[in-house]
């Protein structure tokens, strides 16, 4: 495996765990880095790099980002977001991976891209929910400001330094780990 393969995996985690925050976010981070040759996508995703691809998901984030600003709607999406975000995180993955067999790279893009994006997104689902339970929906959009900010910055450092996003996301997904704990404690 080269320096590349590994970086490039690094980068694939770092957007699936970003996905699970925000779907739209770093699939437009990855389209602008295409767009202006950051970032080499594999030959059957070069489409994500296409000024239209650029426009498409610049809408999209715009209005998944204010989508979670309106009560009930923030719960509604977070509903889909868990499906949405496994699938994104599957071809974030697939699409950043270099130099790895199909076979392997596609189970890499199941299991780490789609499992780490899907356990973000359900870390997210639950703190909105007890956001919502706790405060009657008050703090939703505190929440929702840290959602996008940390899939903002998981996207630039997973550009930018993919190795660094690879530590953050352990450091995320220790953490969901921990209220996960904290959580089913409580109701044993």
């Known amino acids: ?35 202006f040759n950051l970032w080499e996508l594999n030959d059957s995703w070069q489409w994500i790099g296409s000024l239209t691809a650029v426009i498409t998901l610049g809408v999209a984030t ?22 949405l975000a496994t699938i994104a995180g599957i071809a974030v993955m697939v699409s950043t991976v270099a130099d790895l067999s199909p076979v392997f790279t596609w189970a890499l893009a199941i299991i780490a891209g789609g499992g780490t994006a899907a356990a973000v997104a359900g870390g997210s689902g639950a703190t909105r929910l007890a956001s919502t339970a706790t405060t009657g929906g008050i703090a939703n959009p505190l929440v929702s400001t840290v959602e996008t900010g940390t899939s903002v910055v ?25 209220v996960y704990k904290k959580i089913r404690g409580k109701h044993s």
Do not use: H, K, Q, W
């Open 1 to 35: 495996m080269t320096i590349e393969t590994i970086i490039s995996i690094c980068l694939g985690i770092g957007l699936s765990a970003s996905v699970g925050f925000r779907v739209f976010v770093p699939l437009f981070a990855l389209s602008l880095a295409a767009y």
């Open 62 to 83: 715009v209005i998944e980002i204010f989508a979670y600003y309106i009560p009930y709607v923030d719960n509604v999406l977070d509903a889909i977001a868990i499906p």
């Open 154 to 178: 998981m996207s630039i450092v997973s550009l930018f330094i993919p190795v660094l996003a690879f530590i953050l996301v352990l450091i995320i997904l220790y953490l969901i780990f921990r």
